[in-house]
């Protein structure tokens, strides 16, 4: 069985031919680069924002979890409205543009930020921001992309998008060293965020181009027979390029896996729970993250293109259960806690821009924002459910139990999602 892309990507030259190595598009590079002053941002909050809820603002884990589950899921509200979006306007570029604004507002309402209410709404918009602008960022870079290379572009744009992300963990780690620890030192790190934020914004509006996909909406050609349905001039999203069966698989097992996936915040709270680490070097466990992430987002993308996209999704899931072994287990040490953040990066390596590019190969190219925006709303709204439960799990029965409860929903949750991908784990190429 083979899925087939339909369209071309938009650029100046020629497809090269399937043998010669083609260079990583431009537009993949800009957007590569707003990613990674976004990530120093958004990175820099989220390495601190575990130990602010609870050492300084003295929150337990239900807490944790409630917010953890708006950081992981509320963006589902507006995902595939940004997707829908970008798709009836061919505007990603302005819709992200959108969505990254009310990121860096939210930024700066996080300075003010003190109370149960107020962080809640802070968190919600910055989630929001974020769900409005990954759809039409994503479907950007699949415009600009040939779709022979879609996981090695992916990988190149999460490679960059992690380094953003390794480094704001790294501010984040020098300010509250040179700043004394409590809310001042937060703050600081606060103000940081903020600055990056906009200065993505910046790189945004200048460095990116304004791709569309199908081309510039304009009339219809008299010679398009009723039958063509071509991608220029349309401009309403079609409701059944999100029910084919490709995409329903893709969609069904992201939320399925989804379920039982467990917030890197939590897995470093349970590293800093049980003495793996002290507070004062929190902020370093996503670095380490980050870094085996960086290394690996591209050799996976690449695999995924070569092996199947399937099989390297399902792989990266099979990898966090030895995540959850290890944090769960009475094993300390330096060499337990650099494989936890080893393995923890491969999953996200394995698995974040491996899901778009899956999405993307079902649907057809003027839909393909609305098509990731689907499978990434999923993933949200899953990931927000796995949250409350782990740290209900957590402050009733404790972290060890919701650990390994965790790990036995993932074996099950593995077996049945490779069931129903069976189909597309037999497609081991993309005819284009």
């Known amino acids: 069985m083979y899925v087939t892309l339909r369209g071309a990507p938009e650029n100046d030259e020629p497809p090269a031919p399937r043998g010669l190595r083609r260079r990583v598009p431009g537009a993949v590079l800009a957007f590569g680069t707003v990613s990674l002053l976004t990530d120093i941002s958004s990175e820099s909050v989220a390495a601190v924002l575990p130990l602010y809820l609870t050492a300084v603002l003295g929150m337990g884990p239900l807490a944790y979890g409630f917010f953890d589950g708006i950081y992981q899921g509320v963006s589902a509200a507006v995902r595939v409205l940004g997707g829908w979006w970008a798709d009836s306007t061919r505007r990603p570029k302005w819709v992200a543009f959108v969505g990254y604004l009310a990121s860096a507002v939210s930024r700066i309402g996080l300075l003010f930020a003190t109370g149960f209410g107020a962080i809640t709404a802070v968190i919600t918009a910055d989630r929001l921001g974020k769900g409005l602008r990954t759809g039409p960022r ?32 790294l501010i984040a ?43 510039p909406p304009g009339p219809p050609d008299p010679t398009d027979t009723p039958d063509a349905s071509p991608a220029r001039g349309r401009v309403a999203l079609r409701l059944s390029d999100l029910s084919r069966p490709e995409l329903r ?49 591209i050799p996976l993308g690449k695999v995924a293109d070569r092996i199947g996209r399937g099989l390297v999704f399902l792989a990266g899931h099979a990898v966090l259960l030895g995540v959850y ?18 393995l923890l990066g491969t999953f996200y390596a394995a698995t974040d821009g491996v899901l778009s590019a899956l999405a993307t190969q079902t649907v057809p190219e003027e839909s393909r924002a609305s098509g990731i925006a689907a499978a990434q709303t999923v993933v949200a709204l899953s990931r927000f459910v796995s949250s409350i439960a782990f740290g209900l799990m957590w402050q009733l029965g404790g972290r060890t139990e919701a650990l390994w409860v965790m790990s036995a929903a993932l074996v099950v949750a593995l077996v049945g999602a490779t069931w129903f991908m069976r189909p597309m784990l037999q497609a081991r190429r993309v005819d284009v």
Do not use: C, E, K, W
């Open 138 to 169: 994503d479907a950007l870079i699949a415009t600009a992309s040939d779709p022979a290379d879609l996981g090695r572009n992916f990988g190149v744009h999460r490679a960059m998008d992690t380094f953003g992300a390794l480094i704001g963990p």
């Open 173 to 215: 780690f020098a300010v509250l060293a040179a700043v004394p620890f409590g809310l001042g030192g937060f703050q600081s790190v606060f103000v940081f965020s903020a600055a990056f934020a906009i200065l993505g914004l910046v790189v945004l509006a200048i460095a990116v181009p304004d791709l569309r996909a199908g081309g």
């Open 249 to 297: 698989r893709v969609l069904v097992v992201a939320g399925l896996l989804g379920l039982v996936t467990v917030g890197d915040g939590f897995i470093y709270l349970a590293l800093s729970d049980r003495g793996s680490v002290a507070a004062t070097y929190f902020p370093l466990l996503f670095v380490g993250t980050n870094v085996a992430y960086l290394a690996l987002a």
């Open 325 to 342: 072994a290890l944090a769960a287990s009475t094993i300390g040490g330096i060499g337990t806690l650099v494989m936890v953040l080893l």
